[in-house]
Each structure stands twice: as structure tokens, then as C-alpha cells.
């Protein structure tokens, strides 16, 4: 081999135009295909891991496959190895079915794959996702100058917050850590908050114990009252509070803290104010349920996942702030090789992330497709879907033990019945949906959300057939 002589490129990973369009056109009708075989199947997975197990063994990796047949494969191990979050009588975690625009995105921004950490390398993808966040900021109705940037999940968002609350605290937190302040310090939410939160105080470095779980009203709401007793007696101990999350669609039941109460509180004691609307942020979308989350423009930070109720493919979380200037302290660094260094607009200057994908655009492409109307609707359908089967299982004895308009439903059998545990386990067993157990103020309930954008009354009444045969 000589300097004037390069290898052509290795044909199984950059194939040519002809054959990357036939294996794009398969993989489009495969994929089609197996999204029809799982409407029609159960929704638990069916998998023999045995055998599972003996295929990825053969996967040595000493030889090439040709890639359609690893395609077939993958698809195949996925239509039998996952539960089927696409299925219509999945009504379990916020895990909707990807839309389809969204889909649309994954497969243009694979296909570019640009470098989101600077605006310099992608000017394009960084400008449409602050087009986005701008927009959410907007309907959220906070300032016009408020930025932020898109996340892996929630919890990434979340632990921004956090970090921006300790930078806000105390300036000398960027160089010298918690150790800068006074007393050990505190943050707040309610007991019925995202675990999440407990590895966010772990990873943050101000400890699990000072994440302080504040006691709920009996119903799942954050008690304002205790809330303020908390902060109060805590800085009677010396412990300085800086950070108040409220929750907008609690993972077990859907409520909603009381946003303004928790806001007065936070302005009067000076600390930061975060509402967690991971789920219930998609009601901004819709001008009947907005109202719902009446106060989460007083919010110094937002967290909504567009991956949740906005239906897009997993991985598309939100932070949203109206403080520009603490965000940007917050993740301030020097790196001499970026192509540029915009302070407030590259997203290696505002968020924790350096290297990563084009994830905005799976919402850009969904909102402009459907529009705040074409959303809205996405969102008051889940509501409908979840009072049909509120309906239905009122009149067959069933006690509704929460009360969310956010398309999560909580529901106790009639009396006699076997404990929810187990009736959610013969539900699963049967595969005929998929419901879950959640802890509402310290008992097990039967939770039901309402998480795809197809759901029809057969589905519904497929749910009850099988709630109602497990008991």
C-alpha cells in the first residue's frame, strides 16, 4: 500500500446507494408488518430467553451476516422480547407508542447525524430545538426570554433543576461545591414524587438525606402547610433549603401539587421553584386541561417529557427556565476546539450533555405536523379513554380512589375480591393487557393510564373483560 492508495470503504457498513434503498424499503414493510402481527397478539412478551440466550451466544462476531438477516432477527427478537408499549391495551407506565412523525425524525436525524453540542457544527438543529423550547416556554406562559434545552429523560431535567437551584444559592457552588455553604443543605417534594429524586440528591452530591419528602393531603397532593413547617424548622437547624420541586402528574396517581401555594412559598423564602411536569406538561397543549396546571408559570424551571403523553420515541425530555444567566453559570466551561461558543445557545454550555443526538427534532416535527390543536386533541382523548373505563368499572363495583384529569386512573375491586397484587398479576398472566400496582397514600391501587393514541372502546372493554376475570 502505497501513500497514494486508500482501502475502499467496508461495503457492510457503508453499503451503496442501491442496496442501503432496498434494505430501507424492506426494513420500512418489515417493520409495518410486525407492527401489525403485535395489534394482533398479547401484549406480554413470549420469548423463549433459553433460546435467546443460545442465538446471542453464536453472535461471536468472528464472521459478517448479511444485514437483512440481522434485521429479520432484531425484529423478531423485539416483537417477542419487549412488553408491547405500542399495543393498545397497554395501559400501564407513561410509555406511549411513538407517533409517527417522530419516527420520521429518528430515522433524518440518523441519517445527518449531527452534533448537537454546538451551534457552530449545527446551526440548523440548534436553532430548531430552541424554536421548541421557546414555544413549550411560551404555553407555559413563562418570560419571553426564558431558554433551556432537551434531555435524555426527566431526571436529566430534573437534576438540572437541582444544579441550578445550588448555583443560584450560592455563586461560589460552581467552584467549591456544597461545601460553600453555611449548613448542609435541602430540597423538597412530595412523598409522592418521581424515585428519581433520590438518585438525583445521590449523584448531585448533597446526599440522599437532604432530599425531604413532604407529606400529601390525603388525596396525593403535596401538603402546602408541611411544606412550609419543613423549610422553617429546617432553617432553625441551620440547614439551608434550595430547591421546592411540586410535581403536575404524580407517576402513581396523576395529581397535581398545589402550583401556586408552592410558588408564594418559594418567592417568600427565596428558593428555587421547580414544578416536575414530566407527564402533566402535555396538558399545555390543550386549552381544556391547561388550567390544570394553573401556576406552573411562576416556575423558575420546568421539566416535561415529550416522550410521556406528546407521544414521541423515547428519549426527548425537556428543561425550560426563565433564568438564562443561572443556566448558563450552571454549565459554563472553556473548550478552545468547539467551532463556537455562543453562551445561552450551545447546548454544551447550558446542560450537562456534550456529545448528543438530534432529539428536538422528534417534537418539532410532531407539534408542526398537528399543530397545538391536533395535540390538544391527542391529549383530551387519553382523558376520554380513561373515563369510558371509569365508567365501566364504576357500574361493575370497582371504587375510583384518585381524582386526575390527567389520564391516570386509580381503581380499588369490589369487596372480596383477591388483593390488587395478585389480580394485576393474573391480568399480566393472561396477556390480554397490561395494568400496574402503585402506592397512593401508603396502600396498593390498581393504576390504569391511558398512554396510546389508538385506543378504541373494544380495548377498553378487552381491559375490563380481564380486570374483571382476575378477580
Not at 400 to 412: F, G, H, M
Request: hydrophobic content about 45%; some cysteine; glycine content about 8%.
Amino acid at each position: 500500500m502505497t501513500a497514494e492508495h486508500i482501502a475502499p470503504p467496508v461495503a457492510a457498513l457503508f453499503p451503496g446507494k442501491e442496496v442501503r434503498e432496498s434494505v430501507e424499503d424492506r426494513l420500512t414493510r418489515a417493520l409495518a408488518d410486525a407492527a401489525q402481527r403485535v395489534l394482533a397478539g398479547p401484549v406480554m412478551p413470549d420469548i423463549d430467553l433459553v433460546a435467546l440466550r443460545r442465538e446471542l451466544a453464536a453472535f461471536d462476531f468472528s464472521a459478517p451476516r448479511p444485514l437483512q438477516e440481522l434485521i429479520d432477527w432484531a425484529i423478531g427478537s423485539l416483537e417477542h422480547g419487549t412488553v408491547h408499549m405500542t399495543h393498545p391495551r397497554y395501559f400501564g407506565l407513561f410509555n406511549p407508542p411513538a407517533n409517527f412523525p417522530s419516527q420520521c425524525a429518528d430515522r433524518i436525524s440518523g441519517a445527518f447525524n449531527p452534533q448537537l453540542a454546538s451551534s457552530g457544527s449545527s446551526p440548523a438543529p440548534v436553532a430548531i430545538e430552541q424554536h421548541v423550547i421557546r414555544a413549550f416556554a411560551r404555553r407555559a406562559g413563562l418570560p419571553e426570554d426564558s431558554t433551556g434545552h432537551f434531555t435524555t429523560n426527566g431526571s436529566e431535567a430534573n437534576c438540572t433543576a437541582l444544579i441550578c437551584a445550588l448555583t443560584r444559592a450560592d455563586p461560589a457552588f460552581a467552584d467549591e461545591g456544597v461545601r460553600v455553604f453555611q449548613g448542609p443543605v435541602a430540597m423538597y417534594t412530595s412523598r409522592e414524587c418521581q424515585p428519581a429524586w433520590h438518585k438525583i440528591a445521590h449523584q448531585s452530591g448533597i446526599g440522599r438525606s437532604a432530599l425531604k419528602l413532604i407529606a400529601t393531603d390525603g388525596a396525593g397532593r403535596m401538603e402546602v402547610r408541611a411544606l412550609a413547617e419543613a423549610v422553617r424548622e429546617d432553617r432553625r437547624r441551620g440547614i439551608v433549603p434550595v430547591l421546592i420541586s411540586a410535581t403536575a402528574g404524580t407517576t402513581g396517581a396523576g395529581m397535581v401539587d398545589p402550583l401556586e401555594p408552592c410558588a408564594t412559598l418559594a418567592r417568600e423564602c427565596n428558593i428555587w421553584y421547580h414544578v416536575d411536569a414530566a407527564w402533566g406538561g402535555a396538558a399545555l397543549c390543550s386549552d381544556r386541561l391547561r388550567g390544570e396546571l394553573a401556576g406552573i408559570e411562576l416556575a423558575d424551571s420546568v421539566t416535561i417529557d415529550a416522550h410521556k403523553w406528546l407521544a414521541t420515541t423515547m428519549g426527548c425530555g425537556m428543561f425550560i427556565t426563565r433564568e438564562p444567566a443561572i443556566l448558563s453559570e450552571a454549565f459554563r466551561v472553556g473548550a478552545e476546539f468547539m467551532p463556537s461558543s455562543a453562551i445561552g445557545i450551545d447546548p454544551y454550555l447550558n446542560s450537562v450533555q456534550w456529545s448528543r443526538r438530534f432529539m428536538g427534532l422528534r417534537l418539532f416535527l410532531s407539534l408542526a405536523a398537528a399543530g397545538w390543536q391536533g395535540y390538544g386533541a391527542h391529549v383530551e382523548r387519553a382523558v376520554q379513554v380513561i373515563e369510558c373505563a371509569k365508567a365501566r368499572l364504576l357500574a361493575r363495583g370497582w371504587s375510583v380512589v384518585n381524582d386526575s384529569r390527567l389520564a391516570v386512573l386509580c381503581v380499588l375491586p369490589p369487596a372480596g375480591s383477591p388483593p390488587v397484587r395478585e389480580i394485576v398479576s393474573r391480568v399480566l398472566a393472561s396477556r390480554r393487557a397490561w395494568v400496574a400496582v402503585a402506592k397512593l397514600e401508603g396502600r396498593d391501587v390498581l393504576r390504569i393510564c391511558a398512554t396510546h393514541g389508538e385506543t378504541t372502546l373494544t380495548d377498553i372493554d378487552e381491559l375490563v373483560a380481564a380486570l374483571e376475570a382476575a378477580r
